[in-house]
T-cell receptor, first 117, second 109 residues
Framework: GAVVSQHPSRVICKSGTSVKIECRSL??????MFWYRQFPKQSLMLMAT?????????EQGVEKDKFLINHASLTLSTLTVTSAHPEDSSFYIC?????????????FGDGTRLSIL | RKEVEQDPGPFNVPEGATVAFNCTYSNSASQSFFWYRQDCRKEPKLLMS???SGNEDGRFTAQLNRASQYISLLIRDSKLSDSATYLC??????????FGDGTTLTVKP
């Protein structure tokens, strides 16, 4: 099956640090990748949709200057949490889809657990 | 009203039980449907797609009723390892995926 790799899996850093998370599709071309955030015991919240070669589309309430998304190739999207603060601590998950066929399911990376001290 | 609604749960069942989860969606333009499972502190994993004719994968059966905009997942002969949160996911023809909040299942010995 499709494999999506996310790195790093765990980050602990000081308040004010910027953190970069990578999402790679390993065996297919992902024209569209999605970034989610999940707080404990809550559902997945879509943050943004990342399309290769164009600007990301952010969901309402998500600050695009805070969460920078770059999708420079068909296999890599990155999310940078700029000047992270403790309230940004969460589980960040990316997913990718073989978007030529919009009926395809999303395949998720392993997630990144971000803890800001 | 949410676009995708699931049984609130939690479901606590003994091993060997049969359990059914329901999901309704509001967008009649929805094109494709999936069930995912998510274990605690892990990413969601695709369990199965849902087809109009209904489909089965071992102990799991998924049903879709487009007229009622309703999806179901049936798990037979529950195992301890089935304990997880089950997410109903609906794709529109624009490729947008909408997730339900999930239903938590605990299978007990």
């Amino acid at each position: 099956g499709a494999v999506v790799s996310q790195h790093p899996s765990r980050v602990i850093c000081k308040s004010g640090t910027s953190v970069k998370i990578e999402c790679r599709s390993l065996d297919f071309q992902a024209t569209t990748m999605f970034w989610y955030r999940q707080f404990p015991k809550q559902s997945l919240m879509l943050m943004a949709t990342s399309n290769e070669g164009s600007k990301a589309t952010y969901e309402q309430g998500v600050e695009k200057d805070k969460f920078l998304i770059n999708h420079a190739s068909l296999t890599l999207s990155t999310l940078t949490v700029t000047s992270a603060h403790p309230e940004d601590s969460s589980f960040y998950i990316c997913s990718a889809t073989w978007a030529r066929d919009r009926n395809q399911p999303q395949h998720f990376g392993d997630g990144t657990r971000l803890s800001i001290l | 009203r949410k676009e995708v609604e699931q049984d609130p749960g939690p479901f606590n069942v003994p091993e060997g039980a049969t359990v059914a989860f329901n999901c309704t969606y509001s967008n009649s333009a929805s094109q494709s449907f999936f069930w995912y499972r998510q274990d605690c502190r892990k990413e969601p994993k695709l369990l199965m797609s849902v087809y109009s004719s209904g489909n089965e994968d071992g102990r799991f059966t998924a049903q879709l009723n487009r007229a009622s905009q309703y999806i179901s997942l049936l798990i037979r002969d529950s195992k301890l390892s089935d304990s997880a949160t089950y997410l109903c996911v609906v794709n529109t023809n624009a490729g947008k995926s909408t997730f339900g909040d999930g239903t938590t299942l605990t299978v007990k010995p």
